[in-house]
């Protein structure tokens, strides 16, 4: 099974790939490497290297197990990497829910996040009791992929919290509710959307924008 720990510890790399692999190894030696477009985005986001660790988990169990070996040393960003793109793969799911899990108790908001919607992808209904608490968090996006837990997860169910999120102080989660409200075509929320048209931010005057013209289909 595999051992996981939410602390860092730098240990030497023990990982050899095999030689005949090039594409492995051209991508590990990426991933390695400096994000080249870190300038046009924060440095936090992790998109690059989450796209070069999927392409990684594609070339099958010795890619994954790089990626395994990868998380008790990876600096902050290749981590947020490699936890959104096991967080994508389709790979066992008791294993991926012990990790995802093990994760939640990391002390780094956005490792927290990741593993949360980890744990929205593998539908982990059984993770509600340390997953919910979270809503009440001081970070946006941690109350985020709460809502998105509760939203793909419980349905219908979770609309009176979406819909008290809409008032949310940050524009983050006031986005991610409107977004989660138009997915489970709740038209009772309509009236509730109708102000955020004049939100102060412009993505969520976008969102409302969209999600509205959505549910008034269906209402």
């Given at each position: 099974?595999?051992?996981?720990?939410?602390?860092?510890?730098?240990?030497?790399?023990s990982y050899l790939p095999r030689p005949e692999n090039s594409v492995l190894n051209k991508l590990i030696t990426t991933?390695?490497?400096?994000?080249?477009?870190?300038?046009?985005?924060?440095?936090?986001?992790?998109?690059?290297?989450?796209?070069?660790?999927?392409?990684?988990?594609?070339?099958?169990?010795?890619?994954?197990?790089?990626?395994?070996?990868?998380?008790?040393?990876?600096?902050?960003?290749?981590?947020?990497?490699?936890?959104?793109?096991?967080?994508?793969?389709?790979?066992?799911?008791?294993?991926?829910?012990?990790?995802?899990?093990?994760?939640?108790?990391?002390?780094?908001?956005?490792?927290?996040?990741?593993?949360?919607?980890?744990?929205?992808?593998?539908?982990?209904?059984?993770?509600?009791?340390?997953?919910?608490?979270?809503?009440?968090?001081?970070?946006?996006?941690?109350?985020?992929?709460?809502?998105?837990?509760?939203?793909?997860?419980?349905?219908?169910?979770?609309?009176?919290?979406?819909?008290?999120?809409?008032?949310?102080?940050?524009?983050?989660?006031?986005?991610?509710?409107?977004?989660?409200?138009?997915?489970?075509?709740?038209?009772?929320?309509?009236?509730?959307?109708?102000?955020?048209?004049?939100?102060?931010?412009?993505?969520?005057?976008?969102?409302?924008?969209?999600?509205?013209?959505?549910?008034?289909?269906?209402?």
């Amino acid at each position: 099974m595999w051992q996981v720990t939410t602390t860092p510890v730098i240990t030497k790399r023990s990982y050899l790939p095999r030689p005949e692999n090039s594409v492995l190894n051209k991508l590990i030696t990426t991933f390695r490497s400096p994000d080249p477009e870190t300038n046009q985005y924060s440095a936090n986001i992790g998109i690059y290297f989450e796209e070069i660790a999927f392409q990684i988990l594609a070339q099958g169990s010795t890619g994954l197990d790089f990626l395994m070996e990868e998380l008790t040393q990876a600096d902050f960003v290749r981590l947020r990497g490699i936890l959104a793109a096991l967080g994508r793969a389709a790979l066992p799911s008791f294993q991926l829910r012990e990790l995802f899990r093990q994760y939640l108790k990391d002390q780094r908001v956005l490792i927290v996040a990741e593993a949360i919607d980890g744990l929205t992808h593998l539908k982990d209904k059984e993770a509600s009791p340390q997953v919910l608490p979270f809503l009440s968090h001081s970070s946006p996006y941690l109350r985020g992929s709460v809502l998105r837990y509760l939203s793909r997860l419980y349905g219908v169910e979770a609309k009176d919290t979406l819909i008290k999120s809409l008032d949310d102080p940050h524009y983050l989660v006031r986005e991610n509710a409107v977004d989660e409200l138009a997915d489970l075509g709740i038209t009772e929320a309509i009236p509730h959307l109708r102000p955020l048209l004049q939100d102060v931010s412009a993505e969520v005057r976008q969102a409302a924008e969209t999600a509205l013209e959505e549910l008034q289909e269906l209402a």
